[in-house]
């Protein structure tokens, strides 16, 4: 069926019903990726997983997803849209009700990648039905609305799995997704029309097994780096090899991809300059994001002693102003200059990390709450009018291609995020308590004193001798100092995350924002 030509006929009502159901499934699979932050302290605990282990909950999920992103404009364009969602509806289901029944940290790794590959159909697939039911003058308000789902998980993804995992289990956190789920696969059944391409594309096998290799292979690399299982660090040969591996399958992708009539991602798109920067600022913007938000909730219940559920409000205003502030910066790129209102939301983002970097001990919620709100004005400044920009030369042929890479730069950001973040806390941490420690005259007077001090008050408040009381006042005195560590590593971290934020303004300059409506047309 040819798409333009039955739009043209379709009730005015359809297209509104088709978002809705859209951002209905866009806040599950979003929500799943936010709602486990604030679950990962618990999840750690109770299947006794390091955080080297513990992030590849997240990144494990973001790797799948990204990797069944580049094969969502192949199966579209093949398969028809509604198809396709529906296999995604299902994969995503089953996927989060065996995460919940997971009983070990490899189980639950294992099925949120598959949860991932569900994940990874729905939301550029929905991308591309919401573009392919709105002409291109609605597109951006359409699209705007579209991210409130997102602003929603973000949101509320956050405070749901704190509730959750403080009144009931941490498995539950997945089997919220199960009815939702459920509910959008029998609505896109009924009511979604079925609209295919007249597409006879062949499946790109080579870039399919390279993309497959290069980044989860890398990651794994990274994450082993300061594994308690590696005491080699970079010159382990696991490490060596991975980087080695990853290096070699990257190149082979650029090269299947560029000799291939049919690629599985098309990497020509980025000769268009426009297209090219703006995904080039989407990677920097997701890496901070996903990095920051995966180590706010460890600092605030390992580190200040919040629950769950109080870690998980702190993030409800990030959605709510991102909800109100996204429709707006939409309709203002319509009068201004739209990388002005891109580099103001970068600045804003920047900022809120920034505020993070004067994380300590005597932090309040007040001011996390405050870098929180900041951040969730940046974040709906930037995207949708980024989003907006990038796809706006893009012809109906490659809309569905172009929709999949904005979302695979996306997760690829996030993954990156995750783990160098990961990865740099490690070294940072380490770095600070030798520092630390050295500063301490462990015979001088200070000292002495202070471990007399905290002996004395082990001594009156518990049954320990002399002896042993003065064990645990030094004890305690390096858990301080490695807790002032941790402290110190976060906010190196979040210093980074602010100087590369403010660094996507560079490539935000050399975007187009000329309008070419001849190069866009409807599906």
């Known amino acids: 069926?040819?798409?333009?030509?039955?739009?043209?006929?379709?009730?005015?009502?359809?297209?509104?019903?088709?978002?809705?159901?859209?951002?209905?499934?866009?806040?599950?699979?979003?929500?799943?990726?936010?709602?486990?932050?604030?679950?990962?302290?618990?999840?750690?605990?109770?299947?006794?997983?390091?955080?080297?282990?513990?992030?590849?909950?997240?990144?494990?999920y973001m790797l799948s997803l990204a990797t069944i992103l580049s094969t969502t404009g192949w199966l579209s364009n093949r398969f028809g849209y509604k198809d396709i969602f529906i296999i995604g509806l299902i994969i995503f289901t089953a996927g989060s009700f065996m995460c919940g029944n997971s009983t070990s940290i490899g189980e639950l790794i294992f099925w949120r990648v598959i949860e991932g590959f569900g994940g990874g159909i729905l939301m550029p697939v929905g991308m591309s039905i919401v573009t392919s039911v709105f002409p291109p003058n609605e597109r951006s308000m359409a699209l705007g609305l579209w991210s409130i789902a997102t602003a929603a998980s973000v949101s509320f993804g956050p405070m749901i799995g704190g509730y959750i995992v403080d009144n009931l289990n941490w498995n539950y956190i997945f089997y919220i997704n199960v009815p939702i789920g459920v509910f959008s696969a029998i609505f896109t059944l009924i009511v979604q029309r079925r609209y295919k391409l007249d597409s006879k594309l062949k499946l790109d096998i080579p870039g399919l097994v390279t993309s497959s290799i290069f980044l989860p292979v890398f990651l794994y690399g990274l994450s082993?780096?300061?594994?308690?299982?590696?005491?080699?660090?970079?010159?382990?040969?696991?490490?060596?090899?991975?980087?080695?591996?990853?290096?070699?399958?990257?190149l082979l992708f650029i090269v299947a991809e560029l000799s291939s009539d049919y690629p599985l991602i098309n990497i020509r798109l980025f000769k268009n300059r426009t297209f090219a920067f703006s995904n080039i600022v989407i990677l920097i913007f997701a890496l901070g994001m996903f990095g920051s938000t995966f180590l706010i909730p460890l600092y605030m219940q390992d580190t200040l002693g919040y629950?769950?559920?109080?870690?998980?409000?702190?993030?409800?205003?990030?959605?709510?102003?991102?909800?109100?502030?996204?429709?707006?910066?939409?309709?203002?790129?319509?009068?201004?200059?739209?990388?002005?209102?891109?580099?103001?939301?970068?600045?804003?983002?920047?900022?809120?990390?920034?505020?993070?970097?004067?994380?300590?001990?005597?932090?309040?919620?007040?001011?996390?709450?405050?870098?929180?709100?900041?951040?969730?004005?940046?974040m709906g400044i930037l995207y949708p009018p980024l989003i907006a920009v990038a796809i706006r030369e893009i012809n109906a042929i490659n809309m569905a291609q172009a929709s999949s890479?904005?979302?695979?730069?996306?997760?690829?950001?996030?993954?990156?995020?995750?783990?160098?973040?990961?990865?740099?806390?490690?070294?940072?941490?380490?770095?600070?308590?030798?520092?630390?420690?050295?500063?301490?005259?462990?015979?001088?007077?200070?000292?002495?004193?202070?471990?007399?001090?905290?002996?004395?008050?082990?001594?009156?408040?518990?049954?320990?001798?002399?002896?042993?009381?003065?064990?645990?006042?030094?004890?305690?005195?390096?858990?301080?100092?490695?807790?002032?560590?941790?402290?110190?590593?976060l906010n190196d971290d979040f210093l980074l995350g602010a100087i590369v934020t403010f660094l996507a303004i560079i490539p935000v300059i050399f975007i187009s924002v000329k309008k070419k409506s001849n190069k866009v047309n409807n599906h």
């Not at 979003?30 to 955080?51: C, E, F, H, R, Y």
């Not at 001090?453 to 049954?463: E, N």
């Open 307 to 378: 629950s769950a559920f109080q870690t998980g409000l702190i993030f409800l205003p990030v959605g709510i102003i991102q909800a109100f502030v996204s429709p707006a910066s939409t309709r203002i790129i319509k009068f201004v200059d739209a990388r002005l209102v891109i580099i103001f939301g970068l600045i804003l983002l920047s900022g809120s990390f920034l505020m993070n970097y004067r994380f300590s001990l005597q932090t309040t919620r007040e001011f996390i709450s405050h870098s929180m709100i900041l951040r969730g004005a940046g």
């Open 1 to 60: 069926m040819n798409i333009s030509a039955s739009i043209a006929t379709e009730s005015p009502v359809y297209k509104w019903i088709i978002l809705v159901n859209v951002m209905i499934t866009t806040f599950m699979a979003v929500l799943d990726a936010t709602v486990v932050n604030t679950a990962l302290p618990v999840i750690m605990g109770t299947l006794g997983a390091s955080m080297n282990t513990a992030e590849w909950i997240l990144t494990g």
């Open 405 to 489: 890479i904005v979302n695979i730069m996306r997760q690829i950001g996030g993954s990156i995020g995750v783990s160098f973040f990961t990865y740099t806390l490690a070294v940072r941490r380490t770095y600070h308590k030798q520092m630390y420690s050295e500063s301490i005259d462990y015979v001088g007077t200070v000292y002495n004193q202070s471990v007399e001090k905290l002996s004395f008050f082990y001594s009156k408040v518990g049954s320990e001798n002399h002896a042993d009381a003065i064990d645990k006042g030094k004890s305690y005195i390096i858990q301080w100092l490695d807790t002032e560590a941790y402290i110190s590593g």
């Open 224 to 250: 082993r780096v300061n594994s308690s299982t590696n005491a080699m660090g970079w010159k382990d040969p696991v490490v060596m090899g991975c980087m080695w591996l990853s290096a070699l399958s990257f």
